[in-house]
């Protein structure tokens, strides 16, 4: 048999092993070429075919028929891996914090912070009372919130318990 004449869907998957509905899909996504009466040029067709599989074993070739670009999903995989590592790392060398590292370590900082502005209204009650002016009440509650902020500055003793917690915790 002459490799350049044409030939039937049936013939060349006869040659290569498909199925001629195969073929045709094949045709229809132009991986190989038919004239108009349905035939294929043997020698040029089982090259293509030949390629195109093996393109597809490589995982180089267009999508698969179930949709996944072999390609596309190990690089989103290797990226997928390389982000996990390197959150690994970045854990490990103390660079980021878990959700509940902090919540251990801000918990007790707002906490008191909380404390501390709930209690300006008590205080501010008795001044307020004495207030004859808005501005004199404005200026006892400013005093009153300024406090309030001077002493969580000046209190260094909930950020030292904090870093007493975080360093015996946090060392793997």
């Given at each position: 048999?002459?490799?350049?004449?044409?030939?039937?869907?049936?013939?060349?998957?006869?040659?290569?092993?498909?199925?001629?509905?195969?073929?045709?899909?094949?045709?229809?996504?132009?991986?190989?070429?038919?004239?108009?009466?349905?035939?294929?040029?043997?020698?040029?067709?089982?090259?293509?075919i030949?390629?195109?599989?093996?393109?597809?074993?490589?995982?180089r070739?267009?999508?698969?028929?179930?949709?996944?670009?072999?390609?596309?999903?190990?690089?989103?995989?290797?990226?997928?891996?390389?982000?996990?590592?390197?959150?690994?790392?970045?854990?490990?060398?103390?660079?980021?914090?878990?959700?509940?590292?902090?919540?251990?370590?801000?918990?007790?900082?707002?906490?008191?912070?909380?404390?501390?502005?709930?209690?300006?209204?008590?205080?501010?009650?008795?001044?307020?009372?004495?207030?004859k002016?808005?501005?004199?009440?404005?200026?006892?509650?400013?005093?009153?919130?300024?406090?309030?902020?001077?002493?969580?500055?000046?209190?260094?003793?909930?950020?030292?318990?904090?870093?007493?917690?975080?360093?015996?915790?946090?060392?793997?």
């Open positions: 048999m002459e490799l350049d004449t044409w030939v039937s869907a049936a013939e060349i998957g006869e040659w290569v092993d498909l199925h001629e509905r195969q073929v045709r899909k094949l045709a229809e996504s132009q991986v190989i070429q038919r004239n108009g009466k349905g035939h294929y040029r043997l020698r040029p067709t089982v090259h293509a030949t390629v195109h599989l093996r393109e597809q074993a490589a995982g070739g267009s999508a698969a028929p179930n949709g996944l670009d072999l390609v596309q999903e190990r690089a989103a995989l290797a990226r997928a891996q390389r982000i996990a590592q390197e959150v690994k790392n970045d854990l490990m060398l103390r660079q980021v914090m878990t959700h509940s590292d902090v919540h251990r370590v801000i918990g007790p900082l707002l906490h008191s912070v909380r404390t501390a502005f709930l209690a300006v209204p008590s205080n501010a009650a008795p001044r307020l009372a004495a207030c002016t808005p501005q004199e009440a404005f200026a006892v509650l400013t005093d009153l919130v300024y406090d309030v902020l001077t002493k969580l500055s000046e209190t260094n003793t909930v950020v030292e318990q904090i870093k007493d917690q975080a360093s015996g915790e946090f060392d793997a």
